[in-house]
């Protein structure tokens, strides 16, 4: 950690909150309070500069005119750049995770992205809508992702990254894997408040943020029941 | 009216009775589509030679066209889609079912607005809002101006009534900067009715710069886009008209929001004529609409019935409803959306210290929302047993569309 508290970026909420992306902070300070963890979230918006120093950076989902405007910002501030390499962990969402990549298409248009993960995003034929689930990597040690997606980009990943999870329903990048992650960097097509569906997710990013190993087990029960509810409902659409 | 138009109304008004009577709906969408796949044009013939206003947004649209056509009312009989059902299906069924009128309110869904200004040819439109709505399917909110925009700048005799707190709303009222000056843009009277949510307006729609918010007062920091003076404002529980003269509104519905929507219906009214002075004691004879804000007995529980669909709704619903139980029910059938994120998107604190109760399809979506937002809750399984669970006196039901609709059926399709 930074500092003597845990220090969150919710990145651009006024750009990049399209659908419920502040679940995400809310979760991750929620989990991170439970465990007395003393937590900090800052919202930091596009017209103002985004600190070096934090520890967890969120950078959620947006229509196409503001993710072309918020990578532009980003790649001006040049602030994530130097959290990335001081080995700050950053969380992308649907736009979000598009832009960390190194193009993307909004509006028609291709657009440099940040260049963090090595991946690029162009136009599917189709948007991409409804319940997304996968295996998520082995070496990541969490349960499979469950969430929703709602895009019509598709995403291609480079040598330096791994894909997040293998698709098991949905679209994800390319109907075969979903999202992506290197270091402590990790995108998703699971959009809106991935975290809600996916608190082992949540942890992992506070694990990586503050290099503590083994988090106390919280109780988990709504989202237990949440998750196996939605993957009867995958089962049962294909049935 | 051609004769395939009459044909097409008279087997409209016959499929609604008979959709009634079969207890399959009450009709008001089957009709017209029957009528228009015998007269495609069935919409335009019905609207011909009626004075039409037409009322689109994300929110409140249902109940701002029931106080309109109240208020229009004074002038003479009026038509109007009042079971909710806004889109162009709709309007046909309620035309044909209306029979010749001189006056018609018609509500209209965000997306259908262009075809319906082109099939009815309205003397005025009302644009109250837009926000993030069911983002699966509908439009992304920049991209719903930009069309209202468009179809706005066609038509340059009908008056427009918009809301000035809406920057959304605003632009889209606004002729575009290339916007050929050989024709005259719509006039447009501005209305403030408040606007508790904020979040899809943080960012100029004609120049992508922020926009800068300070009291009641908008303006975007890189381009001349700011609030225009309003000429009808909501003042305590009464409204301010364009004359400077204060009319006090008496309503039967809750929540300031339905003070807002009063000097919309009152600044829709004027533009057939209607003086406030003589539109503003018929709003209080607005009750319910489709059930939304019904009020029903049961085991000694007085329910209210609020709808809320997206999140401005919710914030404007918690506004509303009475410190007391409250069951809140959420689904996400297709008329809903099939996507439940925006549950992160409204503040549930307001229920801090309340009873709560959930259900529905998908109560434990709601149940992780609550649940991070530190709202304690009781997972119930039926309507039922909410009404069991709470003591007698006062309990409010909150839902979304489709869960709304069930709970509805529940009390006997109450009106």
């Given at each position: 950690?930074?500092?003597?508290?845990?220090?969150?970026?919710?990145?651009?909420?006024?750009l990049l909150s399209t659908y419920g992306d502040r679940g995400n902070a809310l979760i991750l300070a929620r989990r991170a309070r439970q465990r007395g963890l003393p937590i900090e979230v800052l919202e930091v918006r596009s017209d103002q500069r985004l600190p070096a120093t934090a520890d967890i950076y969120l950078v959620g989902g947006g229509e196409d005119g503001p993710q072309a405007l918020g990578a532009q910002r980003l790649i001006a501030d040049g602030s994530l750049h130097r959290a990335v390499a001081q080995g700050s962990v950053v969380f992308g969402v649907c736009a979000g995770y598009q832009l960390l990549g190194n193009s993307f298409f909004a509006k028609g248009t291709k657009c440099a992205g940040l260049e963090l993960l090595d991946i690029t995003s162009d136009r599917g034929e189709t948007r991409a809508v409804g319940e997304l689930t996968g295996d998520i990597d082995a070496r990541l040690g969490i349960p499979p992702l469950s969430g929703f997606e709602n895009h019509g980009g598709r995403t291609h990943l480079g040598p330096d990254v791994s894909p997040l999870a293998r698709v098991t329903a949905g679209v994800g990048n390319d109907g075969a894997s979903e999202g992506a992650w290197r270091g402590k960097l990790l995108g998703t097509y699971s959009h809106g408040p991935a975290l809600a569906r996916n608190p082992a997710l949540a942890d992992l990013l506070l694990r990586w943020a503050t290099g503590i190993h083994q988090l106390p087990p919280l109780d988990d029960?709504?989202?237990?029941?949440?998750?196996?509810?939605?993957?009867?409902a995958v089962a049962a659409a294909r049935a | 009216m051609p004769l395939r138009a009459k044909v097409a109304s008279s087997v409209s008004r016959t499929a609604a009775a008979l959709s009634r009577a079969a207890g399959r709906g009450d009709g008001s969408v089957i009709g017209g589509w029957i009528g228009l796949k015998i007269d495609p044009d069935l919409l335009a013939h019905l609207a011909a030679g009626r004075a039409i206003a037409l009322v689109s947004g994300t929110n409140g649209k249902t109940t701002t066209t029931r106080l309109a056509a109240a208020a229009v009312g004074v002038l003479g009989k009026v038509a109007t889609n009042s079971f909710g059902a806004n889109m162009p299906t709709g309007h046909t069924s309620a035309l044909a079912k209306a029979g010749s009128t001189p006056y018609a309110v018609l509500e209209v869904d965000e997306h259908y607005l262009a075809q319906v200004l082109e099939a009815t040819e309205p003397h005025v439109v009302a644009l109250l809002n837009l926000s993030r709505d069911q983002l699966d399917r509908a439009k992304e909110v920049a991209m719903m101006a930009q069309l209202w925009r468009a179809a706005l700048v066609r038509h340059q005799d009908i008056r427009v009534v918009a809301n000035a707190?809406?920057?959304?709303?605003?632009?889209?009222?606004t002729p575009p900067p290339n916007h050929d000056h050989r024709i005259n843009p719509p006039q447009v009277t501005w209305f403030s009715a408040g606007q508790r949510w904020h979040d899809d307006s943080w960012v100029c729609?004609?120049?992508?710069?922020?926009?800068q918010r300070s009291g009641d007062q908008w303006w975007c920091t890189g381009c001349p886009l700011r609030r225009p003076q309003p000429?009808?404002?909501?003042?305590?529980?009464?409204?301010?008209?364009?004359?400077?003269?204060?009319?006090?509104?008496?309503?039967?519905?809750?929540?300031?929001?339905?003070?807002?929507n009063a000097a919309t219906a009152l600044a829709v009214a004027a533009e057939f004529g209607v003086r406030p002075v003589d539109a503003v004691s018929r709003l209080s004879s607005v009750t319910s609409i489709a059930g939304r804000y019904a009020q029903v007995e049961r085991d000694g529980r007085h329910i209210r019935l609020l709808l809320a669909k997206n999140p401005a709704s919710w914030l404007e619903a918690f506004d509303m409803a009475d410190v007391a139980p409250t069951l809140l029910s959420i689904n996400a059938r297709d008329p809903d959306g099939l996507d439940?994120?925006?549950?992160?998107?409204?503040?549930?604190?307001?229920l801090r210290g309340r009873q709560v109760?959930?259900?529905?399809?998908?109560?434990?979506?709601?149940?992780?929302?609550?649940?991070?937002?530190?709202?304690?809750?009781?997972?119930?399984?039926?309507?039922?047993?909410?009404?069991?669970a709470v003591p007698p006196g006062r309990l409010e039901v909150i839902a979304n569309y489709t869960a709304f609709q069930d709970i509805r059926a529940e009390l006997d399709r109450v009106n």
């Open positions: 950690m930074s500092t003597e508290s845990l220090r969150i970026v919710w990145v651009y909420p006024d029960t709504w989202s237990d029941r949440l998750r196996s509810e939605r993957r009867a | 707190d809406d920057p959304m709303v605003v632009w889209a009222a729609p004609e120049c992508g710069s922020t926009i000429q009808w404002t909501v003042e305590d529980d009464g409204v301010l008209d364009p004359t400077g003269a204060w009319h006090k509104v008496s309503l039967q519905l809750p929540g300031k929001v339905n003070v807002g439940t994120s925006w549950l992160f998107d409204v503040d549930f604190a307001p109760l959930i259900t529905g399809d998908r109560a434990y979506d709601l149940a992780v929302r609550l649940d991070v937002n530190d709202v304690p809750f009781q997972h119930i399984r039926s309507f039922d047993e909410a009404v069991r």
